[in-house]
């Protein structure tokens, strides 16, 4: 709080640890798991459930940067899930 202008701010500051805690690079190509997962989903649609049940299991607790991208694969798994659903009674019916 006492800084006068023109100062930097130290990154890892000795009073607020958690500052350096997501300095590391997001994981899968620096997406993150969440959004790697929808992105491969669309080839592969298990990915979607293999990343809600991250995401319902608390994933992004380790890294909330992580949250965004898990949720958006289980609106997914949902969607998609929906419309097997339809798409089989459509075609049994």
């Keep these: 709080m006492n800084q006068r202008e023109g100062d930097y701010v130290p990154i890892r500051d000795a009073e607020n640890v958690q500052l350096g805690m997501f300095d590391k690079p997001l994981p899968c190509f620096g997406c993150g798991i969440g959004w790697f997962s929808l992105l491969l989903g ?52």
């Design 42 to 93: 669309f080839v592969f649609p298990l990915m979607w459930y293999f990343s809600a049940i991250l995401y319902f299991g608390k994933y992004y607790n380790k890294d909330p940067r992580e949250r965004s991208g898990l949720a958006a694969c289980a609106i997914a798994a949902v969607v998609f899930t929906i419309a097997a659903v339809i798409a089989l009674l459509v075609y049994l019916l």
